[in-house]
């Protein structure tokens, strides 16, 4: 009996995109699968078609996309680049890979919502698949809330909605690098992606050509405060943080941030069918600190030897 052939992964976003890399190392220890990662970008139509063509690929991983240098704030003063990537580049691939019956993943994001009347901070209920965006206090998650409604309509898309991703490093994008070296947090509780975890769950839902929109982050919430927390616990116990309220902080940011809850149970049906088992968000940020802990140890960072960039002196 003949091997079946192995599936062909086409990746946007895996040269210099976060999880797009993170994807592709995945991939290229796949038995299963193949990976190519495209240099071409994804408001170049004819390129995209081109390739698509000629490589012929089975499914396409969409991790690219524009969230701003140093933050989201960066596209309320670069609206024709952001459109120029997050819609137009974004629509271009998922045009086109419906054109070919080709399998399309996109690493979107669940900022588009926050907290309302029908879904209070704290009470347990979150935005599900089926629920209209609702925020749009920064010109990126706008932008995003357009692409959703849009990205719907075509039958061949999976849409991942990705919130605060976290990973056991502390690479720049990372939501702990982020907040880490914040003089203040706000303290309120979010869904949130621990991505060692989510993306090995995404190439599953990939491969069994899963379609749709599926809130994509670990169930449950947690707050700023306690994954600092978990951050003083393992990576620095000297390190200290303050709390500011919403209001204190929309006096020093340019565009509003999302704060929300998710609602997994369909997401966590799909996996369960998959035979994938995610751990509930505060496991998951434990252990990804403990892993973070090892990594951290091995790069010589740990114990006491972390850049100064991350280091914040206890207050007498």
Not at 25 to 45: A, C, G, Q, T, Y
Not at 56 to 67: C, S
Not at 148 to 170: G, H, Q, T
């Given at each position: 009996m003949s091997e079946p052939a192995k599936k062909r992964a086409l990746i946007y976003g895996g040269i210099t995109g976060w999880i797009g890399q993170m994807a592709a190392e995945l991939i290229k220890n796949d038995p299963s699968m193949e990976l190519i990662v495209s240099k071409?970008?994804?408001?170049?139509r004819s390129a995209i078609g081109a390739e698509l063509d000629e490589v012929k690929p089975t499914h396409v991983l969409l991790a690219a996309g524009i969230t701003g240098r140093p933050n989201i704030d960066w596209c309320e003063t670069n609206k024709p680049e952001t459109i120029r990537t997050n819609?137009?580049?974004?629509?271009?691939?998922?045009?086109?890979?419906?054109?070919?019956?080709?399998?399309?993943?996109?690493?979107?994001?669940?900022?588009?919502?926050?907290y309302d009347d029908k879904h209070p901070l704290g009470s347990g209920i979150g935005f599900k698949e089926t629920d209209k965006p609702n925020f749009d206090s920064s010109f990126y998650s706008e932008t995003k809330g357009y692409m959703e409604a849009l990205?719907?309509?075509?039958?061949?898309?999976?849409?991942?909605?990705?919130?605060?991703?976290?990973?056991?490093?502390?690479?720049h994008r990372n939501f702990v690098t982020?907040?880490?070296?914040?003089?203040?947090?706000v303290n309120i509780p979010n869904s949130m992606t621990v991505l060692?975890?989510?993306?090995p769950a995404s190439l599953a839902m990939a491969k069994a050509s899963?379609?749709?929109?599926?809130?994509?982050?670990?169930?449950?919430?947690?707050?700023?405060?306690?994954?600092?927390?978990?951050?003083?616990?393992?990576?620095?116990?000297?390190?200290?943080?303050?709390?500011?309220?919403?209001e204190e902080q929309a006096k020093v940011i340019v565009a509003g941030r999302s704060n929300n809850e998710l609602d997994t149970t369909k997401l966590m049906n799909a996996l369960e069918e998959l035979g994938i088992k995610i751990n509930p968000i505060d496991v998951a940020v434990d252990k990804c600190f403990q892993r973070m802990k090892e990594n951290l140890t091995k790069l010589g960072w740990l114990p006491g030897n972390l850049p100064k960039e991350f280091k914040r002196a206890k207050k007498c």
């Amino acid at each position: 009996m003949s091997e079946p052939a192995k599936k062909r992964a086409l990746i946007y976003g895996g040269i210099t995109g976060w999880i797009g890399q993170m994807a592709a190392e995945l991939i290229k220890n796949d038995p299963s699968m193949e990976l190519i990662v495209s240099k071409n970008r994804m408001e170049n139509r004819s390129a995209i078609g081109a390739e698509l063509d000629e490589v012929k690929p089975t499914h396409v991983l969409l991790a690219a996309g524009i969230t701003g240098r140093p933050n989201i704030d960066w596209c309320e003063t670069n609206k024709p680049e952001t459109i120029r990537t997050n819609v137009i580049g974004m629509l271009n691939v998922a045009d086109l890979t419906n054109q070919k019956d080709i399998h399309c993943t996109v690493y979107a994001t669940g900022c588009i919502f926050e907290y309302d009347d029908k879904h209070p901070l704290g009470s347990g209920i979150g935005f599900k698949e089926t629920d209209k965006p609702n925020f749009d206090s920064s010109f990126y998650s706008e932008t995003k809330g357009y692409m959703e409604a849009l990205l719907k309509c075509y039958s061949n898309v999976l849409v991942l909605r990705v919130r605060m991703p976290i990973s056991d490093d502390l690479i720049h994008r990372n939501f702990v690098t982020k907040i880490v070296k914040y003089d203040r947090v706000v303290n309120i509780p979010n869904s949130m992606t621990v991505l060692t975890e989510m993306i090995p769950a995404s190439l599953a839902m990939a491969k069994a050509s899963l379609s749709g929109v599926y809130n994509f982050t670990n169930p449950g919430v947690i707050s700023h405060a306690q994954v600092l927390d978990l951050y003083t616990k393992y990576i620095d116990e000297d390190y200290t943080y303050t709390v500011f309220t919403l209001e204190e902080q929309a006096k020093v940011i340019v565009a509003g941030r999302s704060n929300n809850e998710l609602d997994t149970t369909k997401l966590m049906n799909a996996l369960e069918e998959l035979g994938i088992k995610i751990n509930p968000i505060d496991v998951a940020v434990d252990k990804c600190f403990q892993r973070m802990k090892e990594n951290l140890t091995k790069l010589g960072w740990l114990p006491g030897n972390l850049p100064k960039e991350f280091k914040r002196a206890k207050k007498c």
